[in-house]
C-alpha cells in the first residue's frame, strides 16, 4: 500500500490484532466449570449495549463518546495478553497488569487513536463520571451473564452472588438500580459488605 493508505493499512492491522476477540474466553467462568463461556468480544458488546441503553435513558448526563470509547476497547489488549482472572491478577500482577494492557493497546493502535488509551486509562482510575458509569455497566453485565448461566444450570457461581465487590455501583442511582433487578430476578439477595477495589470476581 502507498503512502495514500497509510491509515488503511494500520486500520488492517489492529482488525488482524483484535481478530481473535471472539475466541478468547471469559477465564472466570472457565474456571468455574461454564463450558463455552462468553468472549471478550462479547462482553464487550454486552458493557457496550448497557452502556448506550443509559446514555439514551439519561440523555445529556454522561459525555457519549467518552462513555461508548471505554466501553468498546477497555478489553482490547486481551487479545494478546488473554483474559487473566482478577482473583489472579490482584494477588501476584498488581499494577502491572494495567500497565501491561495499555502498552499493548498503544501498540495496537500503531498511532492510531490516542483517546482510545486515555479512556482506557481514565476507565482504570474510575475517577469521571464517564469512566464510573462503564466501570458499573462492566460488573452488572458480568452478573447478569452469571444470572443467565445459572438458568442455563451451567457452572457453579454461586461465590459471585457472595461477593459485594461484584455489585460496586460507582456511587451511581441507576447502575444500583439495575444490580437490584438482577439480584430480584435470580432470586438473591445483595450480600452484606462494602466492595473494594481489588476484590472482584469478574473473569
Known sequence: MGEEHAFEARLLRLLKAVHPLDRVPRAG?????????E????HLFGVSL??????ESCPGRWDPVRALTMALVHDLAESQLMDIPMTVADAHLG??????????????LGGL?????????EFDVAETPEARLVRGLDKAQMMARVWCYERE?????????ANPANFRDYGIPEVRSLFDAILSAAGKKR???EPCSGDDLQP
Open 50 to 55: 448497557l452502556t448506550l441503553a443509559f446514555l
Open 39 to 42: 468472549s471478550v468480544a462479547a
Open 29 to 37: 467462568y472457565l474456571l468455574r466449570g461454564v463450558c463455552e463461556p
Open 95 to 108: 499494577r502491572a497488569k494495567s500497565e501491561a494492557e495499555h502498552a499493548l493497546l498503544e501498540d495496537l
Open 113 to 121: 487513536f490516542p483517546r482510545w488509551v486515555a479512556a482506557c486509562r
Open 153 to 161: 444450570g451451567r457452572g457453579c457461581l454461586e461465590e459471585f452472588w
Open 191 to 193: 450480600p452484606d459488605g
